[in-house]
């Protein structure tokens, strides 16, 4: 198993949905919680970033981490054709480096 | 200003040869890592140099894999013997740290496709 499972997708929605992405780690000691957005032929940027469990909002983007059920969430309200991309979530020990998962492709339809 | 900078954008090789990947990260950066992205396999990190200590090599699938880091900035990361496996996207980032709390920023990769 690996340590992040991702569902790969792709996830086609109409434009303005609510968007809900998900990963579930196997690693309880993982404490830091990561979502990246990547673009075709781009790198990964960074989206959002939390540390505890509960949500985090940006914007139309809410974090959520249930540290109990290791699950992690990105929401994305009224979602735009921009949104399209792959959306990747990460974790991270302390120093150590990033543990990601596979990505799932979202294709916002206008 | 200027983000991480990777070369070249595109590789095609053929089995069996060596091939140089460079990375210019973000002035002043002193973390670096390569990270390798595959259909299928996801974004898997591959070395990580932080400052003047010695890198991390966990994440090398092979002997064949090497990286340096010359001057506390650029890296090369070098594939000797290619092999059709090895075909991927090679991804750089630089952060100001190792540090949890700094961001990683990721070059747009260098695509290699061993023929």
């Known amino acids: 198993q690996k340590e992040v499972e991702q569902d790969p997708g792709p996830l086609s929605v109409p434009e303005g949905a609510i968007v809900s992405l998900n990963c579930t780690y196997s690693?309880?000691?993982?404490?830091?919680f990561m979502w990246y957005r990547q673009y075709s032929r781009k790198g990964p940027e960074l989206l959002m970033y939390?540390?505890?469990?509960g949500n985090k909002e940006d914007g139309r983007f809410t974090a959520q981490v249930d540290k109990s059920s290791k699950y992690i969430s990105l929401f994305i309200r009224d979602s735009q054709p921009s949104d399209s991309a792959t959306y990747l979530c990460?974790?991270?020990?302390?120093?150590?480096?990033?543990?990601f998962g596979k990505g799932t492709m979202l294709l916002v339809s206008p | 200003g200027a983000g991480v900078s990777q070369s070249p954008s595109n590789k095609v090789t053929e089995k069996g040869k060596d091939v140089e990947l460079r990375c210019d990260p973000i002035?002043?950066?002193?973390?670096l890592y390569w990270y390798r992205q595959s259909l299928g396999q996801g974004l898997e990190f591959l070395i990580y140099?932080?400052?003047?200590?010695?890198?991390?090599k966990s994440g090398l699938p092979s002997d064949r894999f090497s990286a340096e880091r010359t001057g506390g900035s650029v890296s090369t990361l070098t594939i000797q013997r290619t092999q059709q496996e090895d075909s991927a996207v090679y991804l750089c980032?630089?952060?100001?740290?190792?540090?949890?709390?700094?961001?990683?920023?990721f070059g747009p990769g260098t695509r290699l496709t061993v023929t």
């Open positions: 140099f932080q400052g003047n200590s010695a890198p991390d």
């Open positions: 002035s002043g950066h002193t973390a």
């Open positions: 990460a974790t991270r020990m302390g120093y150590s480096t990033l543990t």
């Open positions: 980032a630089s952060s100001l740290s190792g540090a949890i709390s700094y961001e990683q920023y």
């Open positions: 939390t540390y505890s469990s």
């Open positions: 690693n309880s000691a993982f404490q830091y």
